[in-house]
């Protein structure tokens, strides 16, 4: 499914128009984004959570030319679902 | 910072920010996952712009060992959700480290050219010892060659036994030298700097020797003290280039590192002058040379040492002392004479060198470049309080 399906489904759902639910989906994408760059931990029951995690720098070397890379360190967001929702999907 | 938002307060905050009626919001972010959960059952994949990529992907059965009891199972074949950030979400999230890049490391390869240069040394040393034996065949036949090139009169001493010869070569070298001399000094500096450095080599290397040819005759032993002095006076000429060199330059603040790559750049010629020296008696090897090279000029920078490059030199390390005093008005007024220089007038006054950059700063006015301070400026000396 890709976006455009999900905005149309989810107007049908909330029975608003195309238009007010993508922006709403904005809306809500922009604010949970906010929050995540602010370091803050999303979790919504039943679903999971999303968490920025740091990963520390490390060297990593090219198989082929055996050069080292210093790989530097990063944040990156990452989602766990919850067990309900894992149970589920088993 | 670090809070856990759970879905009512992402509610509360859509509502505060946007406006929009807290009932509508609810339902709609309730409605939101559940669709993502929704679209999951029924596609397996589903992409949200802005945000990014719900994946269900399979994962296939897989025998394991129970830890506690050592019984192997199977863990049955499932699928598990996957979420991948948008590019953008993913940039915006990494933003603190943003500017942080890959780096490729050297390290390893410059450690193996540190060993490398260390081997050749010692390869160098055993080839010396190589060469003072008899048995070794390539220098007595060169030599004679290269001496007739050198200094006809040595000639006639080629018949000598092999340790004579090497004597006799080392003493032609020499010999030569005053002859080069009067070439050198019509060209530049840096070539004479070059000429000087090779000669302290060659010597260098005719210690080395000599030690191991204790058995030579008495002869040789006077030549011994012939080269020395010629050493002596090689060296004592050479501080002295370099004196002037450093004096008559108007750009007094020539840095240590310019002054070496000069010399380097001098001390490469040296193959080339005289290649076939280095060839035929000593093996230098080019590094071995440039580390010799670098000694004899810590060497005569020691000796010559004139203020400018002590300046330099500190700098960094001085200026760290600087916070500890505060300049509270002016100790004396000072007439630098002839010969003084900022570092002197400190330990002058203060006891220590490190001070300097104070006078300096209380002079702000008068010394533009406190490498280079005319003689007979009248200078401010601050008086000091410790903070």
């Known amino acids: ?90 | 910072m670090n809070e856990k938002l759970n879905m009512q307060d992402l509610i509360d905050l859509l509502t505060y920010k946007y406006n929009i009626p807290k009932k509508n919001v609810e339902l709609f972010v309730k409605e939101f996952f559940d669709l993502v959960v929704y679209a999951l059952e029924n596609d397996k994949y589903l992409k949200i712009k802005g945000f990014g990529t719900f994946k269900l992907i399979d994962v296939d059965s897989r025998e394991s060992i129970n830890v506690n009891t050592g019984e192997r199972f199977i863990i049955e074949g499932h699928s598990k959700i996957s979420f991948t950030p948008d590019v953008s979400l993913k940039k915006s999230i990494n933003k603190p480290f943003a500017h942080f890049e890959t780096a490729i490391l050297n390290d390893n390869i410059q450690f193996d050219n540190v060993e490398n240069a260390d081997v050749s040394e010692e390869v160098v040393s055993l080839h010396d010892d190589d060469n003072v034996c008899p048995s070794n065949e390539p220098c007595p036949s060169n030599e004679p060659i290269e001496e007739s090139h050198k200094q006809d009169s040595f000639s006639q001493e080629d018949g000598n036994s092999f340790d004579a010869e090497v004597a006799d070569f080392y003493l032609g070298k020499d010999s030569v030298a005053p002859e080069k001399h009067e070439h050198i000094k019509t060209l530049s500096v840096e070539e004479i700097i070059a000429q000087e450095i090779k000669k302290a080599d060659l010597e260098y290397g005719k210690k080395y020797k000599s030690k191991q040819e204790s058995g030579l005759s008495v002869n040789v032993k006077t030549r011994r003290a012939f080269i020395c002095s010629v050493t002596f006076i090689a060296i004592a000429f050479l501080s002295y280039v370099l004196y002037i060199f450093l004096n008559g330059d108007s750009n007094n603040r020539l840095s240590k590192n310019d002054l070496d790559s000069t010399l380097i750049a001098g001390s490469v010629k040296i193959p080339i002058d005289s290649g076939t020296i280095h060839n035929d008696t000593v093996h230098f090897d080019p590094t071995n040379k440039q580390s010799i090279v670098l000694n004899n000029k810590d060497d005569s920078i020691m000796k010559i040492n004139t203020p400018p490059l002590e300046t330099v030199d500190g700098t960094a390390a001085e200026f760290n002392k600087l916070d500890k005093y505060t300049i509270s008005g002016t100790l004396t007024d000072y007439k630098l004479n002839e010969g003084e220089t900022l570092t002197k007038l400190a330990l002058k006054f203060y006891g220590t060198k490190a001070l300097w950059p104070y006078i300096v700063k209380h002079n702000r006015s008068i010394i533009s470049d406190p490498d280079n301070v005319p003689y007979g400026v009248i200078i401010k000396i601050p008086k000091l309080t410790e903070k």
Do not use: A, H
Request: aromatic letters at 6%.
């Open chain 1, 1 to 90: 499914m890709n976006n455009k399906d999900f905005t149309s489904e989810l107007s049908k759902r909330l029975g608003c128009t195309m238009k007010d639910t993508s922006e709403l989906v904005s809306f809500l994408i922009n604010e949970m984004s906010e929050q995540l760059q602010n370091n803050n931990q999303i979790s919504l029951q039943g679903f999971g959570s999303f968490e920025v995690k740091k990963k520390t720098e490390r060297i990593s070397v090219n198989p082929t030319n055996k050069q080292r890379m210093l790989v530097p360190p990063k944040l990156v967001l990452t989602y766990r679902p919850s067990n309900l929702l894992k149970d589920k999907f088993k």
